[in-house]
C-alpha cells in the first residue's frame, strides 16, 4: 500500500519525507490558502523538487479547461511521470481524466462520495480513486464500505485504478484502509507520527536499552563528574550543605583529602538528630564511627554496581580509582 503524506506546510513536509519511505505527497488548493500561500506555481514547482510523486489540482468548469490547466502546469516544469492531476469527479472531470490518460499522464479523480462516482472515474481510466472517508463519516454515511466497494470493484473488473484512502482524522482509520486492502493511503503528518507509538512498545524498548547499558557501560562512565568529598573536620551543618551542592544523599568524609574515613548520608544525619538532637550539628563528621563504606571501582560493568545495590540495600555507592574516591554512583545513574 502507497502511504501518501497529506499537507502544504512545509515545515511538515520536509519533517515526513526525511523519514525516507514516503511515496508521495497530497495537497489541495484549501491546504495551500490555509498557509497563507498565493504564488501557487512557484510552491507547486517547489514541492514538485520535495517529494517522490506530487499530487496536485487541475480545475476548470470543462474538460478542456482541465486539460489545459494540467498542461499549463506541466509547462512549469513538472515531471509527467512524477505528477499526478487532481481532479473533482463530474460528467466534464471524467471526460477530463479520459483525455490526460490517453495522453499518459497520470489522474486522481477525487471528492468521490459514491460508488457510481467511482465506476465513472475507474472506466475513464483513473489512476486513483479517492473517496473522502472522515467527509463522508461527518455526514453520517457508511464511509468504509463504500472504500472496501471501490477495492472489490477494481478487483473484480481488472481496472488500472487505485483506491485511495483519504480525508484521514486519526490511526484507526489507517487500521481501515489496511484491513479493506486499499492501494493507497493519504494521510497528515500528525497522525503518520503515531503510526509507531505503542505504550508497550515504548516498556519494552526502555528496558532493552536499560539492560544494554547495565552490561556496557563502566562505573566510571556513568559518574556525573561531581566528587562529594568533604573533610573530616567539617561540621555537620556545613556538611548540609555541601550534600545539597553535591546533589547526592551522602558525602564521602576523609582524612587529609584522600584517607577515606567513612560515608555521611542523610539517613545518619535523620538518625543523629531523633537521637542528639540539633546539638548535633556543631560535631565534626571525623567525631562519628563509620562503617567500611560500600564502594565499586571504575572499571567495573554497571551491572556489578546493580548487583551491590541489591545485596546492601543503599542507594549510593562510593566510586574509587584504584582504592582513590572520585565520586557517588546513585541508583538513579543505572537508569537508561
Known amino acids: 500500500m502507497e502511504l501518501y503524506l497529506d499537507s502544504a506546510n512545509l515545515r511538515e513536509i520536509e519533517e515526513g519525507f526525511k523519514l525516507g519511505f514516503l511515496n508521495g505527497l497530497t495537497t489541495t488548493p484549501t491546504f495551500m490558502q490555509r498557509e497563507g500561500i498565493t504564488d501557487i506555481d512557484g510552491m507547486i514547482v517547489k514541492l514538485s523538487k520535495m517529494v517522490p510523486v506530487l499530487q496536485i489540482e487541475a480545475l476548470g468548469n470543462t474538460a478542456e479547461e482541465v486539460v489545459k490547466e494540467a498542461k499549463r502546469q506541466l509547462d512549469l516544469g513538472l515531471d509527467p511521470s512524477r505528477t499526478v492531476f487532481k481532479i473533482p469527479v463530474s460528467l466534464e472531470g471524467v471526460k477530463a481524466c479520459s483525455m490526460l490518460r490517453k495522453e499518459g499522464l497520470l489522474v486522481n479523480v477525487h471528492l468521490v462520495y459514491t460508488l457510481q462516482q467511482a465506476y465513472m472515474a475507474m472506466h475513464a481510466g483513473a489512476s486513483y480513486v479517492c473517496p473522502l472517508v472522515g467527509r463522508l463519516q461527518d455526514q453520517g454515511h457508511d464511509a468504509l464500505t ?191
Open 146 to 336: 463504500l472504500v472496501q466497494q471501490c477495492v472489490e470493484a477494481v478487483n473484480y473488473y481488472g481496472y488500472q485504478t487505485k483506491i485511495m484512502f483519504s480525508s484521514v482524522r486519526h490511526n484507526e482509520h489507517v487500521r481501515n484502509a489496511i484491513n479493506i486492502g486499499v492501494h493507497t493511503i493519504t494521510v497528515p503528518l500528525k497522525v503518520l507520527k503515531t503510526l509507531t507509538e505503542n505504550n508497550f512498545t515504548d516498556v519494552g524498548t526502555a528496558q532493552f536499552l536499560q539492560d544494554t547499558k547495565l552490561m556496557t557501560v563502566r562505573v566510571g562512565e556513568a559518574l556525573n563528574g561531581i566528587n562529594p568529598v568533604v573533610d573530616a573536620g567539617v561540621n555537620v551543618k556545613d556538611a548540609i550543605v555541601k550534600m545539597t551542592e553535591y546533589g547526592f544523599g551522602a558525602i564521602i568524609v576523609t582524612e587529609g583529602g584522600s584517607q577515606v574515613k567513612g560515608v555521611f548520608t542523610d539517613g545518619d544525619l535523620r538518625r543523629r538528630l531523633q537521637q542528639e538532637g540539633s546539638g548535633v550539628l556543631d560535631k565534626k563528621l571525623g567525631s562519628f564511627e563509620y562503617k567500611a563504606p560500600i564502594s565499586i571501582e571504575t572499571d567495573r560493568l554497571l551491572n556489578d554496581a546493580q548487583q551491590l545495590f541489591r545485596q546492601t540495600n543503599v542507594d549510593t555507592i562510593m566510586v574509587t580509582d584504584n582504592g582513590k574516591p572520585v565520586g557517588m554512583l546513585d541508583i538513579q545513574d543505572l537508569k537508561a
